[in-house]
């Protein structure tokens, strides 16, 4: 059984409803009836952005309003980030704008090298 909010594991039950089992999850007391064999979660894209602007510093309060993720489904994946990753998560960021600076820099530089021939001239003088 698994919570269909935050995919959660830690269920209880929570009384039955028109003859259904009525369950509740702890973790983000979504509740939800039985049978959820295929958890409508969110997809590891979206869990890896949430958890990105965690590890950016950004606090749960503000990934809820973002993203419009519950906070403590946040919570929850952090939690078992934490426990599947010991060492600290740590977001694969590609910059790709640095890399167009780095080729700019790179084509800026071969054109100052036109200019040697202007710095020999005047070493030349003082010697
Ligand atoms: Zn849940």
Same mark, same amino acid.
């Given at each position: ?49 949430? +958890? ?6 950004? &606090? ?7 993203? *419009?993720?519950?906070? %403590? #489904? ?25 890399? +167009? ?6 084509? &800026? ?7 040697? *021939?202007?710095?020999? %001239? #005047? ?5």
């Amino acid at each position: 059984m698994q919570c269909p909010e935050c995919g959660s594991t830690n269920i209880s039950k929570n009384g039955k409803q028109k003859g259904k089992q009525n369950h509740i999850c702890k973790e983000c007391r979504r509740q939800f009836f039985g049978r959820y064999s295929a958890p409508a979660g969110y997809s590891d894209e979206f869990k890896r952005e949430c +958890l990105t602007m965690y590890v950016n510093g950004s &606090g749960f309060r503000a990934i809820e309003r973002v993203k *419009g993720v519950h906070h %403590t #489904t946040v919570i929850t994946w952090v939690k078992q980030v934490g426990k599947r990753l010991p060492d600290a998560y740590a977001p694969e960021t590609v910059p790709e704008v640095g890399e +167009l600076d780095e080729l700019e820099t790179f084509v &800026g530089s071969k054109k100052t090298k036109s200019g040697y *021939g202007r710095r020999l %001239t #005047t070493s030349s003088k003082e010697s």
